[in-house]
């Protein structure tokens, strides 16, 4: 009886809001999961040649720097239109893009779809985050802001599986219809955010003020409970993966799958692996430490590229043998780790850290880093699977062994807290219960060097050093006589 009563029970419309709002990381998960793929069938080779390494690299990596730059300024559209015309912004500049992919008559056309679906990617995808964080109370906070990640692998599945049918298609229509797909699902996802999605309280308190007619309407119509409008209105002060599920199918190749429905099974299994994984990641988001989860998720996943790297290095993995299986192993292993570490924590601490002032912005500025270096990586990695098999495992688990490092330094723990409470805590320091070791060895650093000043101005003071000259004077003083008298009794 209980169970129907759930069941029958509606869900609270911030809810509802923020499910709506996080359709739009399905895009972003079904445009990663088709452009490794269409990239290498053979009607789109046919069409457009074969491209190198580099070239590939190029093509694939031509969405994220337009996506970098309008990520930069996708903060300030958010705080002067809102949330939700920003999101309709986007994604309808992005399905536009993916419209012009569809239609490409050549790689230059192509190309230049990939650009214009990296503006509008970059318009909305950071914006839907900071949005759902805006508008959850803090303790479902954790799970609604990871749903957009839920939604980015049940795309990837989407997009794999969508090219594992499409492929059987002998005309240019294989390559074509994921982008058809995708712009028609971007093209929805605009209309529904700009008609369906209300707009932030905090945004209108940052308008109107806080308490006044506007901003209590728009918590009712999200149904947020008064003790909850409370606590959140207080003060106001994610890439190697994506490389991995851009390169899935290179990567399986080189693994030794040498059949092109092996590879492209074998990325939409990983796909299944990662939104299996994400599912209870994002129920129980609230529930795990983000400082931990992020630390060993790092830890976790340098470990598996150093297993690849190594294997790799040593000439163990080929098309027959132990070698290959343990490397696919490591990779939906990795893919693992990220999905329910990475993937989940550092979306939600990136929006909820900032002050509300600066948070659109802020959080867009993170993720324009982002853009930036997941274009570095998929431009190189092409190259560096080709030339050197292992040295972009070892180049990346570095990399990621050392941020997992930096965390553990600077990173700290925000679970549970509220929006104000999190800028109080980095403001009031280990007061509050945040105390990372960085600040634990800065504050004994401090105390050390404080301790040491006052023994040097001590010894330097002009009173000691007069004493210490008048000892010294004294001393040679009675040396001297000792070695007179010594002298005298020789003769």
């Given at each position: 009886m209980k169970i129907s009563n759930i069941l029958q029970r509606p869900p609270p419309r911030y809810v509802v809001a923020s499910i709506l709002c996080s359709l739009g990381g399905f895009l972003f998960g079904v445009d990663t999961g088709i452009i490794g793929p269409v990239t290498v069938m053979d009607s789109f080779t046919k069409a457009f040649g074969h491209p190198s390494p580099s070239l590939h690299g190029l093509i694939v990596s031509s969405i994220l720097i337009p996506a970098a730059i309008s990520s930069f300024l996708a903060g300030r559209v958010a705080d002067v239109l809102g949330r939700p015309p920003a999101i309709a912004i986007g994604s309808a500049i992005f399905a536009l893009g993916a419209a012009i992919e569809a239609?490409?008559?050549?790689?230059?056309?192509?190309?230049?779809?990939?650009?214009?679906?990296?503006?509008?990617?970059?318009?909305?995808?950071?914006?839907?985050?900071?949005?759902?964080?805006?508008?959850?109370?803090?303790?479902?906070?954790?799970?609604?802001?990871?749903?957009?990640?839920?939604?980015?692998?049940?795309?990837?599945?989407?997009?794999?599986?969508?090219?594992?049918?499409?492929?059987?298609?002998?005309?240019?229509?294989?390559?074509?219809?994921?982008?058809?797909?995708?712009?028609?699902?971007?093209?929805?996802?605009?209309?529904?955010?700009?008609v369906f999605l209300p707009p932030s309280p905090r945004w209108l308190a940052d308008l109107y003020g806080q308490n006044t007619a506007e901003v209590e309407a728009a918590w009712d119509r999200l149904g947020v409970l008064a003790a909850d409008r409370e606590i959140m209105t207080g003060p106001n002060r994610e890439e190697e993966r994506k490389a991995k599920s851009n390169y899935a199918p290179l990567l399986f190749q080189q693994a030794g799958l040498t059949s092109k429905g092996d590879t492209f099974l074998a990325s939409g299994v990983s796909a299944i692996?990662?939104?299996?994984?994400?599912?209870?990641?994002?129920?129980?988001?609230?529930?795990?430490?983000?400082?931990?989860?992020?630390?060993?998720?790092?830890?976790?996943?340098?470990?598996?590229?150093?297993?690849?790297?190594?294997?790799?290095?040593?000439?163990?993995?080929?098309?027959?043998?132990?070698?290959?299986?343990?490397?696919?192993?490591?990779?939906?292993?990795?893919?693992?780790?990220?999905?329910?570490?990475?993937?989940?924590?550092?979306?939600?601490?990136?929006?909820?850290?900032?002050?509300?002032?600066?948070?659109?912005?802020?959080?867009?500025?993170?993720?324009?880093?982002?853009?930036?270096?997941?274009?570095?990586?998929?431009?190189?990695?092409?190259?560096?699977?080709?030339?050197?098999?292992?040295?972009?495992?070892?180049?990346?688990?570095?990399?990621?062994?050392?941020?997992?490092?930096?965390?553990?330094?600077?990173?700290?723990?925000?679970?549970?807290?509220?929006?104000?409470?999190?800028?109080?805590?980095?403001?009031?320091?280990?007061?509050?219960?945040?105390?990372?070791?960085?600040?634990?060895?800065?504050?004994?650093?401090?105390?050390?060097?404080?301790?040491?000043?006052?023994?040097?101005?001590?010894?330097?003071?002009?009173?000691l050093l007069e004493y210490e000259i008048t000892s010294l004077c004294l001393t040679t003083t009675v040396f001297t006589s000792h070695i007179s008298h010594y002298q005298s009794s020789l003769f």
């Open positions: 239609a490409a008559v050549h790689l230059g056309m192509f190309v230049a779809g990939r650009v214009v679906a990296g503006i509008g990617e970059g318009l909305y995808l950071g914006t839907l985050v900071v949005y759902i964080c805006e508008i959850s109370p803090a303790r479902h906070r954790g799970s609604l802001t990871t749903a957009p990640q839920l939604l980015i692998t049940t795309g990837l599945v989407a997009g794999f599986f969508t090219c594992y049918r499409s492929v059987r298609i002998v005309t240019t229509l294989s390559w074509r219809l994921p982008f058809i797909l995708l712009a028609s699902y971007s093209a929805i996802f605009s209309v529904i955010s700009y692996v990662i939104c299996a994984v994400t599912i209870p990641a994002t129920i129980w988001a609230d529930s795990w430490s983000r400082r931990r989860n992020t630390i060993y998720g790092g830890l976790g996943m340098a470990t598996t590229m150093f297993i690849i790297g190594g294997l790799y290095a040593g000439d163990a993995v080929h098309a027959y043998g132990a070698g290959r299986w343990i490397a696919v192993v490591s990779i939906y292993l990795y893919t693992v780790i990220f999905s329910i570490s990475w993937a989940v924590g550092v979306k939600i601490y990136v929006a909820e850290i900032q002050p509300q002032r600066t948070r659109a912005s802020a959080t867009s500025l993170a993720h324009g880093s982002n853009w930036l270096t997941n274009f570095l990586v998929a431009l190189v990695t092409p190259t560096l699977l080709a030339n050197t098999s292992y040295g972009a495992y070892f180049l990346f688990g570095s990399c990621t062994f050392a941020t997992a490092i930096v965390c553990w330094l600077f990173m700290p723990e925000t679970r549970g807290r509220t929006l104000s409470e999190i800028q109080e805590a980095f403001h009031a320091g280990h007061a509050t219960g945040v105390e990372t070791p960085a600040r634990v060895i800065w504050r004994r650093v401090a105390f050390t060097c404080k301790k040491l000043n006052a023994v040097l101005v001590y010894i330097t003071s002009p009173s």
